[in-house]
């Protein structure tokens, strides 16, 4: 066995196969599965567990991914903020059916989800909006995401504009802000073991609610 396989291996080590898990088993639902496996990424260390990636595609089927942060997760689903006239919201606004991506590769994890986006309401948003700094809310209003910018000092010119509109005033949620809720159907677990003999288990939402199956690595 090469130096590498034994150590992740050893970093394997411990972790118990997935299913066996005393805390984590087949009777758990995927939602609080997937809490708990977040829960050991963020006490693992590794920075920003909780930024995953995301899938668009058009509704011709051109793909395109990039990251985002989950900011709310529960039976309902996994939440996300952004820009509704961003390249990613106008292509979920035609076809709402996306993938999201965990990768925590201290722990030689995968999550994997499909499902379908809807918006949260604007008092969701709201109530998250609120939350952020000053700062993040000006630069909300300030940045037309995705769109051509001719030069950075525009940006920030637009910063100072709703500063000063601003001053002394809460800053209220833009109308073309908000969050997303992926409403999973599939969610995949993968555990890295030695020799690539991993661990996957898929549940599939279904009329009887959550069925779980273990795929082959
Ligand atoms: C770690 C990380 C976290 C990010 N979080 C978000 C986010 O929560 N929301 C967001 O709209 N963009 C976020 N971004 C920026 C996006 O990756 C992307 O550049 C932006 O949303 C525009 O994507 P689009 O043109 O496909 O709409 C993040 C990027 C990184 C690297």
């Avoid at 996300?80 to 999201?100: I, R």
């Avoid at 309401?121 to 209003?141: H, V």
């Avoid at 073991?193 to 690595?217: M, Q, T, V």
Wanted: hydrophobic share 35%; with cysteine.
């Amino acid at each position: 066995m090469s130096l590498i396989s034994k150590i992740r291996c050893a970093l394997t080590l411990g972790q118990g196969l997935l299913i066996e898990n005393k805390t984590l088993t087949t009777t758990d639902d995927p939602i609080s599965f997937f809490k708990a496996w977040l829960k050991e990424a963020e006490n693992s260390g590794i920075i920003l567990p909780e930024s995953m990636t995301i899938a668009t595609s058009t509704p011709q089927g051109r793909p395109s991914s990039r990251v985002v942060l989950l900011k709310e997760v529960d039976q309902k689903g996994f939440v996300f903020f952004t820009n509704y006239g961003s390249h990613k919201a106008q292509e979920l606004e035609q076809n709402p059916f996306t993938a999201l991506l965990f990768h925590w590769n201290m722990l030689q994890r995968q999550v994997r989800i499909e499902g379908k986006v809807e918006r949260i309401t604007t008092e969701e948003s709201n109530a998250y909006f609120q939350t952020r700094g000053r700062g993040s809310r000006i630069g909300a209003w300030a940045s037309h995401q995705s769109q051509e910018l001719d030069n950075r000092e525009t940006l920030v010119q637009r910063v100072k504009y709703f500063e000063d509109k601003f001053a002394g005033k809460e800053v209220p949620l833009p109308e073309f802000w908000g969050g997303y809720r992926v409403v999973p159907e599939r969610i995949e677990f993968w555990q890295g073991k030695a020799d690539r003999l991993h661990d996957r288990f898929i549940y599939e939402a279904s009329e009887n609610g959550w069925e779980i199956k273990r795929l082959n690595p």
